[in-house]
């Protein structure tokens, strides 16, 4: 499944924008996961069109609350596809 992922800016504060592109209509889910891999937070978790999709990570958890400074990974996946992208937050 030949896809690009990216986010920007990296390291970023106090928000990063991750951008993945589709050749085909999929289901995605593009979650966050800190080091240890606890799940951080999910962005994308639906059936999304062809083409390019960007989600925004504010630098909070699901509840809302602030992460804290270090290394997280953006992971994508699509069918048995997965992509992941180093993302550092710097407070």
Same mark, same amino acid.
């Given at each position: 499944?030949?896809l690009?992922?990216?986010?920007?800016p990296?390291p970023f504060?106090?928000?990063?924008t991750v951008?993945?592109d !589709?050749?085909r209509?999929?289901?995605?889910?593009?979650?966050?996961?800190d080091?240890?891999?606890?799940?951080v937070?999910?962005?994308?978790?639906?059936?999304?069109?062809?083409? =390019?999709?960007?989600?925004?990570?504010?630098?909070?958890?699901?509840?809302?609350?602030?992460?804290?400074s270090?290394?997280?990974?953006?992971?994508l996946?699509?069918?048995d596809?997965?992509?992941?992208k180093?993302? !550092?937050?710097v =407070?």
């Amino acid at each position: 499944f030949p896809l690009a992922l990216a986010s920007w800016p990296n390291p970023f504060n106090p928000r990063a924008t991750v951008a993945f592109d !589709l050749p085909r209509a999929a289901h995605a889910r593009l979650a966050l996961y800190d080091l240890a891999g606890r799940l951080v937070r999910v962005l994308v978790d639906e059936q999304v069109n062809a083409g =390019r999709h960007e989600a925004v990570w504010d630098g909070r958890d699901d509840r809302g609350a602030p992460v804290a400074s270090g290394l997280y990974h953006a992971r994508l996946n699509i069918n048995d596809w997965s992509a992941t992208k180093r993302m !550092l937050m710097v =407070r």
